[in-house]
């Protein structure tokens, strides 16, 4: 049976609203966007550091570049709203991505070869963009603004850069093999990237209106949209547990 917990209905609409609301909606915004701003800088950081040494071409390579511009565009998004409520993030700039402490996920930190880069961008990227698509309509209208045109639009084409990669690898026995070795290692971890399904913080954001959905529906969907993708492309998911930690 799905949990539900009732949508906040607030709107706060600028800084000056922002400050007046209660310390637990200025908390969970703030830390809902410090997380946010880490991913972007950390995506960036994946695709210059790791994924960029992994290409097996020139075409490749322009588009790890690309991708990390445009990552580093939407940290630069976040971070203004950010300021505006007198959150600094310049620190950020400065930390490698394996030491920020919003982030601890295999997929985040450890993509192995090119056929997990693959997977990184066709399915870890697809749940980033679940939670993009739900901070577009978040209560702090700041924040939410950034996600309307650039941002989302930007992931759809990450997303689909990746599915390029698997789509093409899975078009030959061999390479169909590597993809699949790569879905079957990484699958816990992506799933793990929607977070505990019992997360309090998760109803908390249901709550005042930063999300609409918790994270075990979310995931669920993501699943349901995304297993008969794979399967079209000759893949299955593993069973074993869920990636999900305490």
């Known amino acids: 049976m799905t949990e539900t917990v009732e949508v906040g209905r607030h709107e706060v609409s600028t800084p000056d609203e922002f400050f007046k609301m209660p310390e637990e909606y200025r908390s969970l915004a703030s830390h809902l966007m410090l997380v946010h701003a880490e991913g972007e800088l950390t995506g960036a950081d994946d695709y210059t550091q790791v994924f960029y040494k992994m290409a097996p071409n020139a075409y490749e390579k322009l588009i790890c570049c690309e991708r990390a511009a445009e990552e580093i565009q939407h940290f630069e998004l976040t971070a203004k709203v ?42 870890g990227e697809s749940v980033v963009l ?95 949209k995304t297993i008969p993708k794979l399967a079209a492309l000759g893949l299955t998911v593993p069973h074993h547990g869920t990636g999900v930690s305490a």
Request: glycine share 6%.
């Open 82 to 123: 950010l300021s505006d409520i007198n959150i600094d993030t310049h620190h950020m700039l400065s930390q490698h991505f394996t030491e920020r402490p919003y982030y601890s996920n295999e997929l985040v930190t450890g993509v192995r070869n090119w056929m997990e880069r693959g997977i990184f961008s066709f399915l």
């Open 130 to 224: 679940e939670h993009l698509l739900e901070f577009k309509d978040c209560s702090y209208k700041p924040f939410a603004t950034i996600f309307e045109d650039q941002i989302i639009r930007d992931e759809h084409v990450h997303v689909a850069h990746g599915f390029r990669i698997i789509r093409e690898a899975s078009s030959h026995n061999e390479s169909r093999a590597q993809a699949q070795q790569a879905l079957d290692r990484l699958w816990p971890h992506i799933l793990g990237l929607f977070g505990h399904e019992k997360s309090q913080r998760s109803r908390a954001y249901v709550k005042w209106g930063f999300r609409k959905t918790l994270n075990g529906e979310l995931r669920e969907n993501f699943k349901k």
